[in-house]
């Protein structure tokens, strides 16, 4: 019996599946690909005679049900997801009925269309003294939001918001930010297949006017919203450095060549 690789793909350029990810794909035997989401580029690099599906009309149940069969079959089964499988898909409802199988299977992390957004807009999600914590979430849906989710409880941190999900629903997250306090003219992004090459488009706006700018741009689907304290910081004149470069810093990959000034936090690595 072979195993079942849920294999994150990266965000839509090709070239950014992981190498472990795209040797999987090299000694597939079956690979089932979301083929709304997955750029289809990534199968140039399955063997010949390789089976190949698009589960855009599958249910949950045919995916695990092929899945299944596959495995029976071939010794590497691939489920190819779209950026990283952890997030906002359907890894658990089809791992179970594999593991009801007994079916051996493996998850290959990806990287997430919100690290790819961040990345194409030369962003960061944290920065020292203006935010240190980011949140991945979605406004409601047809999927509910469980208690304490809501867009204007998370937002109150004040904290970077990654958006899944939402961009039809800019005026919930809109209404969220507001509830919330941020300012109209909080500073907001939205990145259209981030990563995608030729297709990529950036959006940049505020609270009061990123709907108004996305409707102008006709951006209406597979579109990261964020908001953050620490957009646009490249363009900072002040800018409160980290920490780990400071000169005066010692920390255990380097002596502080300058006069220690204040600071108790020992443990960043990176
Ligand atoms: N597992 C995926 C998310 C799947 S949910 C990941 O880690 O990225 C689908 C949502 O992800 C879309 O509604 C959109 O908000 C976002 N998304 C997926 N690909 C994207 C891309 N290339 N650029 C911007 N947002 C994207």
């Excluded at 990529?200 to 741009?217: F, H, S, Y």
Aim: hydrophobic share 45%.
């Amino acid at each position: 019996m072979g195993t079942v690789w849920f294999v994150g793909a990266g965000p839509g350029d090709p070239d950014l599946i992981t190498v472990k990810g795209r040797d999987l794909i090299t000694r597939a035997g079956a690979i089932l690909f979301a083929g709304s989401l997955v750029s289809k580029a990534a199968m140039r690099w399955a063997p010949v005679g390789c089976e190949i599906a698009d589960s855009k009309d599958m249910t949950l149940v045919d995916i695990s049900g092929w899945l299944i069969a596959q495995a029976a079959k071939h010794e590497t089964v691939i489920r190819l997801q779209t950026g990283d499988p952890a997030l906002y898909g359907t890894l658990i409802e089809v791992v179970q009925p594999l593991d009801a199988a007994g079916i051996p299977l493996r998850v290959v992390p990806g990287v997430s269309s919100a690290m790819a957004s961040a990345a194409a807009a030369v962003e960061s999600f944290t920065l020292p003294e203006v935010t240190q914590t980011t949140i991945f979430t979605r406004v409601e849906g047809r999927t509910p939001m469980p208690e304490g989710e809501s867009l204007a409880e998370l937002a109150r941190h004040h904290c970077t918001l990654c958006i899944f999900l939402s961009i039809t629903l800019l005026h919930k997250v809109e209404s969220g930010l507001r509830e919330a306090g941020w300012a109209e003219d909080a500073p907001m992004l939205v990145v259209h297949k981030a990563s995608w090459p030729g297709e990529e488009r950036i959006v940049r706006g505020t609270l009061a006017d990123i709907k108004q700018r996305c409707r102008d741009a006709k951006i209406v689907s597979q579109a990261m919203v964020i908001a953050s304290p620490a957009l646009g910081a490249r363009g900072w004149s002040e800018l409160s450095k980290s920490k780990l470069y400071d000169a005066s810093f010692t920390h255990r990959f380097r002596r502080a060549t300058a006069p220690v000034t204040t600071s108790t936090d020992h443990e960043e690595t990176t």
